[in-house]
């Protein structure tokens, strides 16, 4: 499913997409809503450069669509 | 026309705390959506990318109706950095990046920052005195030409 989706955006998961998933999934199981940006870079074990390599359209937006929960309500 | 955005560029012209905010928030939230970002940065605004005074913008606690203060108590001595302080901290309990981290932030997402010739030489500063993410010191027309084909939000 999160395959399939990811190719129509044209990115193929590897390992590293899937920490930053899993990592969004579970902060939004966690607290009831998806991490900033800014805490995604800092905690996800990625940083902010390579987020928008893996997911250059938007890494928490796509992420957070990946890993079947909605996207971050805030302005950050 | 197309009705999605796929490139904006923001003209910071303010240099106080609550004159770069803004932008740095809309530069932001537009390489969350995967749109390109270019930030040029003219006049005061150009403090925001100056590695000796982007750690210390303020907010303007006099002349400023909307903070609902009266001008007089806002031009005390230490207001602006005690107004500033309190806005910093509600920030911080939302995860705003300070402005020297934000700018950081929009450099790591692959936003352009760039300082405006025209006010570099009006007040005799040099590349040295910017951040080293800072894409380039441009004219107005170089700003023009790559804005082309996108959105330009002037603030």
């Known amino acids: 499913m999160a395959e399939e989706l990811a190719a129509k955006e044209g990115i193929t998961l590897t390992d590293r997409h899937w920490l930053v998933i899993r990592f969004m999934r579970q902060r939004y199981l966690d607290?009831?809503?998806?991490?900033?940006?800014?805490?995604?870079?800092?905690?996800?074990?990625?940083?902010?450069?390579?987020?928008?390599?893996?997911?250059?359209?938007g890494p928490a937006k796509l992420a957070s669509k990946l890993g079947g929960i909605p996207k971050p309500h805030g302005c950050i | 026309m197309s009705d999605t955005i796929e490139k904006v560029s923001i003209i910071v012209s303010k240099g106080s705390f609550e004159g770069v905010y803004p932008a740095l928030i809309m530069a932001n939230g537009a390489r969350m959506e995967g749109i390109e970002a270019n930030v040029f940065f003219t006049f005061f605004g150009m403090d925001a990318i100056n590695k000796a005074r982007n750690e210390h913008l303020l907010v303007a606690t006099v002349g400023n109706p909307g903070l609902h203060i009266p001008t007089m108590v806002g031009g005390l001595p230490g207001m602006a950095s005690l107004v500033t302080h309190q806005m910093e901290k509600k920030m911080e309990e939302l995860d705003f990046p300070p402005i020297p981290e934000f700018i950081q932030l929009l450099a790591d997402s692959g936003a352009k920052l760039y300082a405006c010739k025209a006010s570099v030489d009006m007040f005799d500063l040099k590349r040295e005195d910017f951040l080293d993410d800072l894409e380039g010191i441009i004219t107005v027309g170089e700003f023009y030409k790559l804005a082309a084909g996108g959105q330009i939000i002037f603030t």
């Open chain 1, 31 to 57: 607290t009831g809503d998806a991490p900033t940006i800014r805490s995604l870079g800092k905690e996800s074990g990625v940083d902010v450069k390579e987020l928008y390599k893996l997911f250059p359209k």
